[in-house]
């Protein structure tokens, strides 16, 4: 399902319930997590694809961290995190993506927005828990937690950092 683009907008709310809706049907609650793989990557590239053109068009410049901008950067560090961990727990593609996944848990860490909140400090736990156990390597893992504490989860500096994933991530 294509998520449309209203005003210069992406409909944020048809993608937070298209994930919602993949979150709850294939990692919640039966442990699909090939399924789950499978229907979040068009999100996604979606996603990515959208905010890196949004942001070129506008000669680079980062959005404002109003609530539009603030809702988009929460949904997108929660679907990179579901991305990382249903792509995780399909042991085959860990094989081939390990780097993938580790740079999808990084972002999803440094993108995601209010952390002191308790939702997000939770997942942001459970980011730093799936980290440690991909990249194996206890110093790494407290240093990207430093570097994302230090951030605080200011909204404009979380936009900045995701824009910089995507323009990495497109231009591969």
């Not at 730093?128 to 240093?143: A, I």
Request: aromatic share 12%.
């Amino acid at each position: 399902m294509e998520i449309q683009v209203i005003r210069d907008h992406l409909d944020i709310v048809k993608l937070q319930e298209k994930m919602n809706d993949i979150v709850f049907d294939y990692l919640d609650t039966s442990n699909n997590y090939p399924k789950a793989m499978k229907e979040l990557n068009p999100l996604y590239t979606q996603v990515t694809t959208f905010y890196k053109d949004y942001v070129d068009e506008r000669a680079g410049e980062i959005p404002s961290a109003n609530t539009y901008w603030h809702l988009f950067i929460d949904c997108c560090a929660k679907l990179c995190y579901f991305l990382a961990a249903s792509t995780y727990y399909s042991s085959n593609a860990l094989q081939k993506t390990p780097e993938k996944i580790e740079q999808l848990l990084t972002i999803a860490a440094f993108s995601l927005p209010s952390i002191e909140q308790e939702e997000n400090e939770q997942l942001l736990s459970a980011i730093f828990t799936l980290y440690s156990e991909v990249v194996e390597d206890e110093e790494k893992t407290t240093s990207l937690r430093r570097a994302v504490l230090e951030q605080k989860g200011a909204v404009k500096q979380c936009l900045q950092q995701f824009k910089l994933f995507v323009d990495n991530e497109i231009t591969r």
